[in-house]
């Protein structure tokens, strides 16, 4: 079994920064492509970044220049680093990961529970 744990959401001021932190931990095989998504109060969820297993990294538009994007395949773990941050960017934060498990050996995309992200104006 495979789980993906969240954390660094809290509340900040608009200006400020915050870090999120999602590992991967159990039974992995291989990690692919990892990935953050945001979802705001009365919208659908949307995508944010992605990073490759190489760390080629995409970027939404509404975020280039203001999220960076990293991995450590080392220790299974995606970062967001969010900065000059806005109350528009107040969401729900999930991070997602293709992972091979190490038992059955079949790729699936995981998702963690979701960290709150709050940005007071």
């Known amino acids: 079994q495979v789980r993906m744990v969240e954390s660094g959401g809290g509340l900040v001021q608009s200006g400020g920064s915050l870090r999120l932190s999602c590992k991967a931990s159990?039974?992995?095989?291989?990690?692919?492509?990892m990935g953050w998504y945001r979802q705001a109060p009365g919208k659908q969820r949307e995508l944010v970044a992605t990073?490759?297993?190489?760390?080629?990294?995409y970027y939404a538009d509404s975020v280039k220049g203001q999220f960076t994007i990293s991995r450590d395949n080392a220790q299974n773990t995606v970062y967001l680093q969010m900065n000059s941050l806005e109350p528009e960017d107040t969401a729900v934060y999930y991070c997602?990961?293709?992972?091979?498990?190490?038992?059955?050996?079949?790729?699936?995309?995981?998702w963690g529970q979701g960290t709150q992200v709050t940005v007071s104006s």
């Open positions: 997602n990961a293709e992972v091979t498990d190490s038992i059955n050996y079949r790729r699936r995309t995981y």
């Open positions: 159990g039974s992995i095989f291989s990690i692919g492509a």
């Open positions: 990073v490759t297993s190489r760390s080629s990294t």
